[in-house]
């Protein structure tokens, strides 16, 4: 959500008390009953939008990143008994190539890291049959490989959450564009009829559509005349 639809859902929000204060003052305007009743609907439906968007991205960013802290840890264990191996058997090439740290693993780009896991799986499971002295055995491998492969599949779900993210968002201002038009065209339309009855309900109303800009700069629409949806 932009900090200019921020603003708009604020005072969204303001006219929802309001009005919410006051139902018995326009319960008995069908028209303004039933606006009001599309426009609830309309906020809550943007409330839900942002939830989501705010949460998707972060938590499967945070499922890839565990992910790949098990899949390090697991690799550099493997990596570390199959060095051993290869320094007790005079082994340079297998030495050189099952030298790793858990820094490298975390630091290089996510594609890359899980290339080395599988590096480290195939010179383990090539020299399997001299590794159990090492702690090293095809149960611990198989774990070792899935849990590269559920890192694999972590990867592109921040991207594919990306994607959904866009059809969000222009749901969002599909639902924003719908609320503000049931406020200007219905709800401000009808609000007249009601300083006879309520003069204090149609003042805090006027007052609660003027949007805010939450970043310092004041009142940037004022209610007459109302802003044009987005």
């Known amino acids: 959500m932009t900090a200019k639809e921020e603003n708009k859902l604020s005072m969204y929000l303001a006219v929802k ?8 003052v326009w319960q008995s305007l069908p028209a303004f009953a039933d606006a009001y009743a599309d426009f609830g609907t309309r906020v809550v439906n943007i409330q839900n939008l942002s939830q989501a968007q705010a949460t998707k991205v972060t938590g499967l960013a945070a499922d890839k990143l565990q992910l ?17 191996y290869a320094k007790k058997n005079k082994n340079n090439d297998l030495d050189a190539k099952t030298r790793c740290s858990l820094s490298s693993f975390m630091t290089c780009r996510d594609t890359l890291a899980g290339t080395n896991a599988l590096n480290q799986h195939g010179l383990a499971t090539a020299n399997l049959a001299n590794l159990a ?3 090293v055995t095809a ?5 070792f490989k899935a849990k590269i492969d559920a890192y694999t599949a972590s990867m592109s779900k921040p991207r594919d959450a990306v ?16 609320a503000t038009t049931a406020l200007r065209d219905q709800l ?11 003069a204090k309900f149609v003042q805090d109303y006027q007052n609660a ?15 007459t005349p109302p802003e044009k949806p987005v």
């Open 17 to 24: 008390v309001v009005c919410d204060r006051n139902t018995t």
């Open 68 to 84: 790949r802290k098990t899949m390090a840890a697991t690799a550099c264990e493997i990596a570390a008994a199959v060095n051993a």
């Open 133 to 135: 002295a090492y702690g």
């Open 139 to 143: 149960a611990k491998l198989t774990a």
């Open 163 to 178: 994607g959904s993210m866009s059809t969000s968002t222009s749901q969002m201002k599909a639902e924003f564009h719908a």
């Open 188 to 198: 401000d339309a009808l609000l007249p009829q009601f300083s006879s009855v309520n």
């Open 209 to 223: 559509r003027i949007i805010v800009d939450s970043t310092g700069g004041g009142p940037q629409t004022k209610p």
